[in-house]
């Protein structure tokens, strides 16, 4: 069909006709919220480069999760930032560790939310990497197998404190086999996992090690992050998790990887979660509050071109800004 029988333009002629024919729409169903949680009590700072996104102490927390709640947002995410960090993260799956607590916490006060832990051990390591560190002659590895049994026991602890979903995002070779086979000798069948199976090597995380502490003091994480260049590797990657045994796929970052996103939504039946990282937030925080862009605006269109890319779950810091202009 050619012009001028063709006119795309006659279902553009009013808002009640786009209304009608728009195909992919954003609801808070899609939303998942992250959040830091610190120790101590009465505490919400702001994250210097993260303009509106504190860290909080669970007491704190609890108010951010009800308004949150009543806004109709259904999941959060949690990071948690330790006061005591060594060699091994021990701090990441001691029994009252901050996560550890927080998530009973907050069940306690909203058995409906789904609370989605994040399984890693670079927030709880003094060198901030996601694994253990072995050093030699001036060069250092991490150790992917020794890792395993680390994150393993991160995940039944967070099972057992309650969380719905654990998140393993080390990209570590096997995580998600090490994690299932550890919650279900532990009894948690049903604890799902929701894997960071595409996790780019990002210079968009700046901001996020700011919020979560998690620089790594030495080197860099490209041997266990993936190269932004490329994209087949992404869908090995996303084979071996759902072959291991993934109940929902991530692609993170988001905006600059949404092809990622849809060649996993092309190949794949798993729900697909895609992180709008801190880097993506900041960037658009930064222009809106130089006056170069509506902030609200692009907020949306950013989102909505996520999830025509392919995601169904979207994590995002603007995840309560989004519920409140949805439901205005
Ligand atoms: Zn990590």
Redesign the pocket.
């Known amino acids: 069909m050619m012009f001028p029988e063709y006119r795309a333009r006659r279902l553009r002629k009013s808002q009640a006709i786009r209304d009608l024919v728009r195909e992919t729409t954003l609801t808070v169903n899609d939303l998942i919220y992250p959040l830091f949680i610190v120790e101590g009590e009465g505490i919400k700072e702001e994250v210097k480069s993260m303009p509106e996104v504190y860290r909080f102490s669970i007491d704190k927390v609890l108010e951010e999760i009800r308004s949150a709640v009543d806004l109709g947002i259904k999941a959060v995410l949690l990071f948690g930032v330790p006061d005591k960090k060594d060699e091994v993260g021990t701090s990441a799956y001691i029994r009252d560790g901050i996560i550890q607590r927080a998530v009973k916490v907050i069940k306690d006060n909203f058995p409906e939310l789904v609370v989605i832990t994040d399984v ?4 709880y390591t003094s060198h901030g990497h ?1 694994g253990v560190v072995k050093k030699g002659q001036g060069l250092y590895e991490i150790d992917n197998d020794e890792t395993l049994q680390l994150i393993a026991k991160v995940a039944v602890s967070h099972a057992k404190a309650g969380a719905d979903i654990v998140a393993p ?2 990209m570590m070779d096997g995580m998600v086999s090490a994690i299932r086979e550890a919650l279900d000798e532990a009894g948690f069948m049903q604890t799902a996992i929701m894997s960071y199976s595409v996790k780019y090597c990002s210079n968009f995380y700046g901001p996020f090690r700011d919020a979560a502490q ?1 620089a790594p003091r030495f080197g860099d994480r490209k041997s266990y992050q993936m190269d932004p260049g490329n994209a087949r590797e992404a869908m090995r990657e996303a084979t071996l998790d759902v072959q291991e045994g993934a109940d929902i796929i991530m692609v993170k970052p988001a905006m600059p990887y949404l092809d990622i996103i849809k060649m996993l939504r092309d190949n794949f039946y798993h729900p697909i979660a895609a992180y709008q990282v801190s880097g993506e937030y900041a960037m658009i925080k930064a222009a809106a509050r130089l006056g170069y862009l509506d902030e609200e605006r692009i907020m949306m269109e950013s989102l909505i071109g996520i999830k025509r890319a392919g995601a169904d779950l979207i994590i995002t810091y603007f995840a309560k800004r989004v519920a409140e202009l949805l439901q205005r």
């Open positions: 890693c051990l670079c927030e996601c995002s080390g998690s």
